[in-house]
């Protein structure tokens, strides 16, 4: 159905108010998470928030996730924001970056974790490595290639230490596309070694759903700045500030906003602390060396 200019301005102006027009339905707020994960896991852990936020809005609040299926599925909602398909995304640092240079974006929260964020290179338990160039020769994964915290970071401290993933690995590295598929491969025996998302790894850990006794962490990562909760310019800034406030209520001490948060992986949130300029210097520079 195509909407004519003036319905579509009256739908707009409904929007932007926060209220209700007579015959005009006030349009559902489509929001993009990122897939770092299986789609049922995503979907069951932001269902709490998803129908918080649809309480508070008082409209419909649909979710979008890129088809884990596909490797460009990182990208996929970069594409899906830039194109205006989604309103509100769950971004990496990288994504954030790259969805914030291809249309203006406000950046709304970050979980207080988020400003230091750090990567856990692994192995299986007795493997007795115990730094990075201890996994020299082992066959390795990483995640996504647009991850962050699976691939992004992780390959620049490799770099860094004078480890070349192409030529000191047994054979070239491989690409789960999730966080919790490296630690299956890993435990599985396909790969000796894998980089994964240090708050996946403890939450599998809280949640009794990760074994100590089977796994080792070789190395964790410095800190880095990472996942961004944003939104488009072009939503109202009503609209915009109604979900950020609703991100920002949430109290641990609450006990009807527990389950939110426990589904969100966060304790509280924050208003952004761009600390971005680094990552975005870091990047750059893996981009450079590439050509």
Same mark, same amino acid.
């Given at each position: ?83 205006? !398909? #989604? =309103? &509100? @995304?769950?971004?990496?640092? /990288? ?11 406000? $950046? ?105 006794? !089977? #796994? =080792? &962490? @070789?190395?964790?990562?410095? /800190? ?11 939503? $109202? ?55």
């Amino acid at each position: 159905m195509v909407m004519g200019y003036r319905a579509g301005w009256l739908v707009f102006a409904c929007w932007a108010i926060g209220g209700a027009c007579q015959g005009a339905e006030l349009p559902a707020i489509r929001i993009g998470l990122l897939p770092d994960d299986s789609a049922e896991t995503l979907l069951s852990r932001f269902e709490p928030m998803r129908s918080r936020l649809e309480k508070t809005l008082q409209r419909s609040v649909k979710v979008v996730i890129p088809s884990l299926d596909r490797a460009s599925s990182y990208k996929d909602l970069v594409e899906a924001f830039a194109e205006g !398909k #989604i =309103d &509100i @995304a769950y971004f990496g640092g /990288a994504t954030f970056l790259e969805a914030s240079d291809r249309t203006p974006t406000a $950046p709304l929260v970050m979980r207080r974790l988020d400003g230091k964020f750090r990567s856990y290179f692994i192995t299986r338990a007795g493997s007795k490595a115990s730094s990075l160039e201890d996994l020299k020769g082992m066959r390795f994964a990483f995640g996504s290639e647009d991850s962050t915290s699976g691939y992004l970071m992780p390959l620049y401290y490799l770099k860094e230490m004078g480890i070349d993933p192409d030529k000191d690995f047994d054979g070239l590295p491989q690409f789960s596309g999730t966080h919790r598929k490296t630690l299956e491969w890993v435990l599985s025996g396909r790969v000796d070694a894998g980089v994964v998302n240090g708050q996946v790894f403890d939450r599998l850990l809280r949640e009794k759903k990760l074994d100590l006794k !089977k #796994i =080792d &962490i @070789a190395w964790v990562s410095p /800190a880095f700045p990472d996942y961004m909760w944003a939104a488009r310019e072009d939503v $109202p800034p009503e609209v915009r500030k109604r979900i950020q406030q609703t991100f920002l209520d949430l109290k641990p001490s609450d006990n009807l906003d527990v389950p939110v948060l426990d589904g969100l992986g966060a304790d509280f949130y924050v208003l952004p602390e761009l600390q971005f300029e680094r990552l975005k210097h870091i990047l750059d520079k893996l981009v450079r060396k590439k050509q």
